[in-house]
């Protein structure tokens, strides 16, 4: 009886209940519906952990653009104190220069006043053996 109906499009299900579809046909359809509804639960899931990755990576690249931003400014820092230095250095250099060269005519001078200290003394000696 199955058969005649079956022949006609027509089918009795397990719970004898007439269908115009198979009813094996009609369970794999059910089934493919539950799986794609299953698959479509996945895809909203797989693209709700994407914008969470997205939003992550967001983060940790104005982190890592702050970060960047930072290291550029201590390094020009750095160079800065550098060029601060260096100045510094040759200013100090220039200063031990003008010094030494201070030094260099200050004791030119003390000879000269030695010379001119012993030139007296001999001369005050010798007005003294000469009285």
């Not at 579809?21 to 794609?36: S, Y």
């Not at 104005?62 to 060029?83: H, I, P, W, Y």
């Not at 201070?102 to 010379?115: F, H, N, S």
């Amino acid at each position: 009886m199955n058969e005649e109906f079956g022949k006609s499009g027509l089918y009795i299900d397990d719970l004898y209940t007439l269908r115009v579809i198979d009813p094996e046909v009609a369970n794999e359809t059910n089934e493919l519906k539950d799986e794609c509804e299953r698959f479509t639960e996945k895809l909203t899931d797989f693209r709700r952990i994407i914008d969470q990755f997205a939003n992550i990576v967001e983060v940790f690249a104005a982190e890592v653009d702050q970060e960047k931003m930072r290291a550029v400014g201590v390094q020009n820092m750095l160079k800065t104190f550098s060029k601060q230095r260096e100045s510094e250095q040759q200013q100090i250099q220039s200063e031990i220069i003008e010094k030494m060269v201070e030094l260099d005519k200050l004791k030119i001078e003390y000879q000269y006043l030695q010379r001119i200290e012993s030139e007296q003394q001999e001369m005050i000696d010798n007005f003294y053996q000469n009285q």
